[in-house]
């Protein structure tokens, strides 16, 4: 993400850079993950860690919706379905117009991130 810090969300503004994406054809990136910080608990056992990652997938939003108290859910309709991110914290927009989202744990590791932009991510 962003070589600064990212800002915790509001509603009003998120959604408002989110309507910027609506009806056009958009590339995403959505990643979750407990990650290995996860993978063994307290008291020494071992914990499933699971994740998911895609990257570059060229979609068109046709609505968006940020909803919760936070951390925030994001909704992404698409013609045939949905795109949906859960425990997102933080948000900017950065220099390259890209809508970058994060979800943090208590202790600042990242849980969930979902990027929209009009260029294809870096591999």
């Given at each position: 993400m962003?070589?600064?810090?990212?800002?915790?969300?509001?509603?009003?503004?998120?959604?408002?850079?989110?309507?910027?994406?609506?009806?056009k054809?958009?590339?995403?990136?959505?990643?979750?993950?407990?990650?290995?910080?996860?993978?063994?608990?307290?008291?020494?056992t071992?914990?499933?860690?699971?994740?998911?990652?895609?990257?570059?997938?060229r979609?068109?939003?046709?609505?968006?919706?940020?909803?919760?108290?936070?951390?925030?859910?994001?909704?992404?309709?698409?013609?045939?379905?949905?795109?949906?991110?859960?425990?997102?914290?933080?948000?900017?927009?950065?220099?390259?117009?890209?809508?970058?989202?994060?979800?943090?744990?208590?202790?600042?590791?990242?849980?969930?991130?979902?990027?929209?932009?009009?260029?294809?991510f870096?591999?």
């Amino acid at each position: 993400m962003g070589g600064r810090a990212l800002e915790p969300i509001t509603v009003d503004a998120v959604q408002a850079a989110l309507q910027v994406y609506v009806g056009k054809p958009v590339y995403l990136h959505l990643e979750t993950t407990n990650g290995a910080y996860a993978a063994e608990s307290w008291d020494g056992t071992k914990n499933l860690s699971a994740s998911a990652f895609i990257r570059n997938a060229r979609v068109e939003i046709t609505r968006a919706a940020l909803a919760g108290n936070g951390p925030f859910r994001a909704g992404l309709q698409m013609e045939l379905g949905w795109i949906y991110a859960e425990g997102l914290t933080d948000w900017e927009v950065d220099g390259k117009g890209r809508l970058l989202m994060a979800g943090h744990d208590k202790e600042g590791r990242l849980a969930v991130a979902l990027e929209l932009s009009p260029e294809p991510f870096a591999q």
